[in-house]
């Protein structure tokens, strides 16, 4: 069965402590891997597309990567207003099936 | 450029009753994706309309349907509401499904309350 698990559940960082977030998928013909930030009462905002193995994204604060079985997306150095439920998913299959993990909620503490 | 708007924002219904909302896409997408979400089980797929065609339907009963009109506009609609259906619905568009232009960019979602 085809499934996308994203570690940890939550994290809390101080402000400036860098770190890094996991999404692990087991999907068969993976078409792409994408990376939302959604904040409370609102709906995900697109972050990241990554294609393939060894791709690599930045955008400000931000870097995704992608390897055959997982992504990371790094934080470095991170603001309070970096505060969210980070959400990945993955398109697969012949029929282009989006799967979404259950995200990884992120606090940074001034 | 205007975003995906959902209508309406929040909803109360009681159980037995049926729902419809409504979502317009970003201005050229023609690709409409409903999710439904939830505490526990996240974001789950729902369906995908291209072209007013469903191309794709996640595991959901039969009392969820959607449709798309001409203008790439889309409606999905619940009938006979449980409780377990109080979620927040999210729509998403895309211009196209794959080659690249698979970004989805998502609504605000419509809180649907059902008591």
């Known amino acids: 069965e085809d499934q996308v698990t994203q570690s940890p559940e939550a994290l809390r960082l101080q402000e400036g402590e860098s770190s890094s977030l996991n999404c692990s998928y087991t999907?068969?013909?993976?078409?792409?891997l994408f990376w939302y930030r959604q904040d409370p009462g609102k709906g995900p905002e697109f972050l990241f597309t990554l294609y393939s193995a060894g791709e690599e994204k930045e955008k400000e604060r931000l870097k995704a990567t992608l390897t055959k079985k997982e992504s990371f997306l790094h934080i470095t150095a991170p603001k309070p207003e970096d505060s969210a439920t980070y959400l990945c998913a993955v398109q697969a299959g012949r029929d282009d099936k989006i799967i979404f993990g259950k995200g990884t909620r992120l606090h940074i503490l001034p | 450029k205007a975003g995906v708007t959902q209508t309406p924002r929040y909803l109360i219904k009681t159980r037995g009753q049926q729902v419809t909302l409504s979502c317009s896409p970003i201005s050229g997408h023609r690709s409409v994706s409903w999710y439904q979400q939830t505490p526990g089980q996240g974001l789950q797929f729902l369906f995908e309309y291209f072209s007013e065609t469903q191309r794709n339907k996640g595991n959901f009963p039969g009392r969820f349907s959607g449709r798309q009109f001409s203008n790439s506009r889309s409606e999905m609609n619940v009938s006979t509401l449980e409780l377990g259906d109080s979620a927040l619905y999210l729509c998403a568009s895309s211009r196209s499904l794959t080659g690249g232009d698979y970004e989805q960019y998502f609504g605000p979602g419509t809180r649907l309350t059902v008591t």
């Open positions: 999907v068969s013909g993976l078409r792409g």
